[in-house]
């Protein structure tokens, strides 16, 4: 029998533009003899990263034809099985296809052709990267970062010299994409026989076919393995130990070789490089396999039918673990149960300050966290430790999963005494994940810097019902309140500069400036091209544009006295309320009156909350209206040019940021707008990816701003209608202090004693605070089709008897269940009454109803809400009002949602009358447009929109330890 010697090349399928995919030389070279074997070289790649090694296989007494049969036999039973995968892979998920990426260097094509047909075979996607030959770490680190970010990538081969082959290389691969199984993940998961997520190497699988295919089975048999301390070695001789094979070890130096060589019935020849072993040392019918690694063009030149030898069989194994690694992405893309690992309280007595007990409590990495809610890896933008963003791409892969369970959490009219609708809604979600074991998000609004240093303090919760860290939760957090700021701020910076400029230029100047002539070449931008046609301009070419053309184009004629838009700043600086710009001698003469408003009251804010994706986003900061020309007509962001540029800038703010609570559950904090003056709801987005978070059967818990007749009315009119989702219950937060108050008890002053009233039992008060406010509440929920679970959240100088007739009150008034919590001092363990009451109240039906029809007249839609939400007998519209509502109609605004900014501190627009006031009449002074919010906003009497701070404000108390950088003084 003839020694044949045999050469096939590696390679690529699919190319980037500028590669090439060449076919391979092949031809047979006759050999001499061996003893009457067959031995085949074949040059494929190694499973130490795509370096060819030269294969010799000898299987014992056969004719090249049988031997050809045998590689066919193989062949063709792992192509077939790999078809099969691939048919079943694309008939569940027909828009997937398998991609496997080649990372080479050179353009050595030849190596790639029997990749190529066999992922033609399979009907695989390649793509082939060429890299210089001499190409550095940072470069092929570079390549495999942007491989492993690609989800369209499921398999990448580092087709490279051992040499390229670095630590921080194969580091830097993610495993789950590392098919040819050269991480050290991978070799780890082969060595302790964990094959469910990791790769074994294609040639090492290949190596392992052929000598189960030889003459005699090799099952308890001895294989030497001669050299080789690589990858190769290493999977080798993990898989013919676990096939039943008895694998030793010998190094080329070793004394003893030619006898081991004699005893063994097959035997791996690795890392030979030129050394030749004599064929007398081989018994007859042992099977031989010589593994050398080149890259060079084998010198023999050899060519070969297109269905023969191991580079074939080689790259059907890689061809197959792309397609096992693209089957395990789509397995991945799935939704994941829960592996919440909560974490354990040990609540003292007396409670110690919120921040002691934060600090005194270790969050869970957020990476951890993440995992543990079914987050993957890429959808997390971790910030620090404790903190992260999540990426909105996590809607799409989960878009077919069943939404969760919605529950709002709101309050009765706030009192000075606070009623801690953020500890309840903390207190509850811990409840229901940690000791009910139910799936449960919180979704909160971010704190303003304003209250945080002013009067109010904090906004993380309190005692053993808080998020954590509440330093970081309530100081910057992620910085979106500076990106609302930094993007408020540029709209007011590009209006003055666009009427400074309209005032100082002729119509050429201003179209030259604003259509600039680069390159000898005059082009409009994109958001230029844009207002052409909204004034009905259907032009793109700049010199075509006719005088009058020009002159509208270029001037938004914006009328000072009418301009609406004020800068912002996230503290409370009463002296920034009226301010007079434009003083500069370099402004000339541009003076006008503008002022401040604190940062969430923005209209940025209120598009961050309502937005349902950053397209959304981007089309209503383009919609923002920011004042009227001269001639009447609405001037937005896209006509001043500036909307691409705000969406910039909030590009990552829209993305809600992950936290956790005491007891290591999830919350998610996202957009803060005030209830009075704006919508007071957290984001759309934060509850929608929230709601696919935790299942079908699980809990998104989010909360509105102030009372029930502020923020929840509100979360149901422009929220809901916005979003489409619907709430399955309400839980509605009082306090026996609270309703003591609404019940005729005297006011407080902030640092006085409380009036013994508020300290001393007195159930008369308490029942008339649940038949006036309490009542009223509720019947404002009943309104809208909703469930009501009243959560009494119980003070130390609460007594039984009062806690025991709120709850009692609270069902006659229609409350489906009412229930003392006790999370402040207990945490999740506290609320676990008021856990089963909401669980109980979404088995219900919600009839969930819109209070009015956008579509009706908007001094309907405003006196529909004074009339059945507050109690009024009618409303009162100022002439100004008026006039603004006809602008409004005229604009085609009429159908917007109507947002109410009144005072949180009573139904009515009287602060001080507290109760459920009757008979009186609901002033409107004024009406404005918040056509990016997408809702009208009545102003109920005056309402300020930027605080002021106390005589003595809380940043009294706030310093750092220079030393140990611990933050004291919040709360």
């Known amino acids: 029998m003839k020694l044949s010697l045999l050469r096939n090349a590696c390679g690529s399928l699919r190319v980037h533009p500028g590669s090439r995919v060449g076919g391979s030389s092949q031809r047979c070279l006759p050999g001499a003899p061996a003893n009457r074997l067959l031995m085949i070289r074949a040059a494929s790649s190694?499973?130490?990263?795509?370096?060819?090694?030269?294969?010799?296989?000898?299987?014992?007494?056969?004719?090249?034809?049988?031997?050809?049969?045998?590689?066919?036999?193989?062949?063709?039973?792992?192509?077939?099985?790999?078809?099969?995968?691939?048919?079943?892979?694309?008939?569940?998920?027909?828009?997937?296809?398998?991609?496997?990426?080649?990372?080479?260097?050179?353009?050595?094509?030849?190596?790639?052709?029997?990749?190529?047909?066999?992922?033609?075979?399979?009907?695989?996607?390649?793509?082939?990267?060429?890299?210089?030959?001499?190409?550095?770490?940072?470069?092929?680190?570079?390549?495999?970062?942007?491989?492993?970010?690609?989800?369209?990538?499921?398999?990448?081969?580092?087709?490279?010299?051992?040499?390229?082959?670095?630590?921080?290389?194969?580091?830097?691969?993610?495993?789950?994409?590392?098919?040819?199984?050269?991480?050290?993940?991978?070799?780890?998961?082969?060595?302790?026989?964990?094959?469910?997520?990791?790769?074994?190497?294609?040639?090492?699988?290949?190596?392992?076919?052929?000598?189960?295919?030889?003459?005699?089975?090799?099952?308890?048999?001895?294989?030497?393995?001669?050299?080789?301390?690589?990858?190769?070695?290493?999977?080798?001789?993990?898989?013919?130990?676990?096939?039943?094979?008895?694998?030793?070890?010998?190094?080329?130096?070793?004394?003893?070789?030619?006898?081991?060589?004699?005893?063994?019935?097959?035997?791996?020849?690795?890392?030979?490089?030129?050394?030749?072993?004599?064929?007398?040392?081989?018994?007859?019918?042992?099977?031989?396999?010589?593994?050398?690694?080149?890259?060079?063009?084998?010198?023999?030149?050899?060519?070969?039918?297109?269905?023969?030898?191991?580079?074939?069989?080689?790259?059907?194994?890689?061809?197959?673990?792309?397609?096992?690694?693209?089957?395990?992405?789509?397995?991945?893309?799935?939704?994941?149960?829960?592996?919440?690992?909560?974490?354990?309280?040990?609540?003292?007595?007396?409670?110690?300050?919120?921040?002691?007990?934060?600090?005194?409590?270790?969050?869970?990495?957020?990476?951890?966290?993440?995992?543990?809610?079914?987050?993957?890896?890429?959808?997390?933008?971790?910030?620090?430790?404790?903190?992260?963003?999540?990426?909105?791409?996590?809607?799409?892969?989960?878009?077919?999963?069943?939404?969760?369970?919605?529950?709002?959490?709101?309050?009765?009219?706030?009192?000075?005494?606070?009623?801690?609708?953020?500890?309840?809604?903390?207190?509850?979600?811990?409840?229901?994940?940690?000791?009910?074991?139910?799936?449960?998000?919180?979704?909160?609004?971010?704190?303003?810097?304003?209250?945080?240093?002013?009067?109010?303090?904090?906004?993380?919760?309190?005692?053993?019902?808080?998020?954590?860290?509440?330093?970081?939760?309530?100081?910057?957090?992620?910085?979106?309140?500076?990106?609302?700021?930094?993007?408020?701020?540029?709209?007011?910076?590009?209006i003055d500069a666009r009427m400074l400029h309209e005032a100082t230029q002729s119509d050429k100047a201003l179209f030259n400036r604003l259509v600039p002539s680069v390159n000898g070449e005059r082009r409009f931008s994109p958001i230029q091209i844009s207002r052409l046609h909204r004034l009905g301009i259907n032009k793109t070419d700049p010199a075509s544009l006719t005088p009058q053309e020009v002159s509208t184009f270029v001037r938004l004629d914006l009328d000072p006295s009418k301009i609406t838009w004020q800068r912002v700043v996230d503290t409370n600086d009463r002296f920034l309320r009226k301010i007079t710009v434009g003083q500069a001698s370099t402004e000339k003469g541009q003076i006008r009156e503008t002022g401040f408003d604190i940062a969430v009251a923005s209209e940025i804010m209120a598009i961050l909350a309502l937005a349902d994706s950053l397209e959304d986003m981007r089309n209503r900061l383009a919609r923002m209206v920011v004042g009227t020309s001269r001639s009447g007509q609405p001037v937005t962001t896209e006509d001043l040019g500036v909307s691409g540029a705000l969406a910039v800038l909030m590009k990552d703010a829209i993305k809600p940021t992950l936290m956790q609570t005491l007891e290591g559950t999830p919350v998610f904090v996202h957009a803060g707008p005030f209830a009075n003056i704006a919508h007071g709801n957290s984001s759309v987005l934060a509850d929608k990816l929230a709601l696919k978070l935790v299942g079908q059967d699980g809990f998104v818990v989010t909360e509105a701003g102030f009372g029930a007749d502020i923020g929840m009315e509100k979360f149901f009119n422009i929220k809901c209608r916005a979003s489409g989702l619907r709430p399955n219950v309400v839980v509605l937060v009082s306090t026996v202090r609270a309703l003591k108050m609404h019940g005729g008890g005297p006011s407080v002053s902030a640092g006085a004693p409380l009036p013994k009233e508020y300290i001393d039992e007195n159930l008369s008060l308490v029942a008339d605070g649940c038949r006036s406010n309490l009542r009223k509440q509720i019947q404002i929920a009943h309104l809208f089709g909703v469930p009501v679970v009243v959560a009494l959240n119980v003070f130390k100088t609460d007594t039984q008897a009062e806690i025991d007739l709120v709850c009692q009150i609270a069902k006659e008034c229609g409350a489906s269940d009412a229930v003392p919590c006790h999370h402040w001092a207990q945490g999740g363990r506290g609320s676990i009454e008021l856990a089963q009451a909401v669980n109980e109240a979404t088995s219900r039906p919600s009839n969930f109803q819109f209070l009015y029809n956008p579509e009706m007249p908007t001094a309907e839609k405003i006196r529909t809400i004074a009339q059945k939400v507050y109690g009024a007998d009618d409303i009162e519209l100022s002439a100004a009002a008026k006039a603004k509502i006809d602008y409004y109609n005229q604009q085609g605004y009429g159908s917007l949602p109507i947002c109410m900014a009144k005072t949180h501190l009573s139904l009515s627009h009287m602060p001080d009358k507290k109760g459920a006031p009757t008979g009186f009449v609901l002033p409107i002074r004024d009406v404005r447009a918040s056509v990016g919010g997408g809702f009208i906003y009545p102003l109920v009497g005056t309402m300020s929109t930027m605080p002021g701070l106390p005589t003595r404000p809380c940043f009294y108390d706030i310093d750092l330890d220079p030393v140990t950088e611990e933050i004291t003084g919040l709360f």
């Open 46 to 494: 190694s499973s130490s990263g795509g370096t060819n090694p030269k294969l010799a296989v000898h299987f014992g007494k056969r004719s090249r034809k049988e031997d050809g049969s045998e590689c066919d036999s193989s062949l063709s039973e792992v192509v077939q099985s790999t078809k099969e995968a691939m048919v079943a892979l694309q008939r569940r998920n027909p828009s997937v296809q398998p991609s496997l990426a080649i990372i080479q260097a050179g353009e050595e094509d030849s190596l790639l052709e029997i990749n190529k047909k066999m992922a033609g075979k399979i009907g695989l996607n390649i793509t082939q990267i060429c890299l210089a030959k001499e190409c550095s770490e940072d470069e092929i680190v570079e390549e495999v970062l942007k491989l492993n970010e690609d989800p369209r990538v499921h398999g990448v081969y580092l087709h490279l010299p051992l040499a390229s082959l670095t630590s921080r290389v194969l580091d830097t691969l993610k495993p789950e994409k590392d098919i040819d199984g050269i991480s050290d993940l991978n070799m780890g998961r082969l060595v302790r026989g964990d094959l469910s997520k990791g790769f074994v190497s294609p040639i090492a699988s290949a190596v392992l076919n052929l000598l189960e295919k030889h003459d005699a089975p090799l099952e308890g048999k001895t294989v030497l393995l001669v050299g080789g301390e690589g990858t190769l070695g290493l999977a080798l001789q993990c898989l013919i130990e676990r096939s039943g094979m008895v694998a030793l070890k010998s190094n080329w130096s070793s004394d003893s070789l030619q006898r081991q060589v004699m005893e063994a019935d097959a035997v791996v020849l690795l890392g030979a490089g030129n050394i030749d072993v004599p064929s007398t040392w081989f018994r007859p019918g042992t099977a031989v396999i010589r593994c050398e690694p080149i890259l060079e063009t084998d010198a023999y030149g050899i060519e070969t039918s297109s269905k023969s030898g191991l580079g074939y069989l080689t790259a059907a194994y890689r061809t197959q673990n792309v397609v096992h690694s693209c089957s395990r992405w789509i397995q991945e893309q799935q939704y994941r149960p829960w592996r919440l690992r909560s974490l354990r309280l040990q609540p003292l007595t007396p409670v110690p300050s919120d921040i002691e007990i934060s600090r005194a409590q270790v969050p869970k990495p957020v990476d951890q966290l993440a995992a543990e809610i079914g987050l993957l890896p890429e959808e997390l933008e971790a910030y620090g430790r404790s903190k992260a963003k999540v990426r909105l791409s996590l809607l799409d892969r989960l878009q077919s999963q069943p939404d969760g369970k919605y529950v709002l959490v709101a309050g009765i009219t706030p009192t000075p005494l606070g009623e801690g609708k953020s500890t309840v809604t903390i207190g509850l979600v811990q409840a229901l994940s940690a000791h009910l074991k139910l799936n449960s998000f919180a979704c909160l609004r971010q704190p303003s810097q304003g209250p945080t240093f002013g009067v109010k303090g904090g906004a993380a919760g309190g005692g053993y019902a808080q998020v954590i860290p509440m330093e970081e939760f309530n100081l910057h957090l992620t910085g979106d309140i500076h990106a609302i700021t930094a993007a408020n701020n540029l709209v007011a910076a590009a």
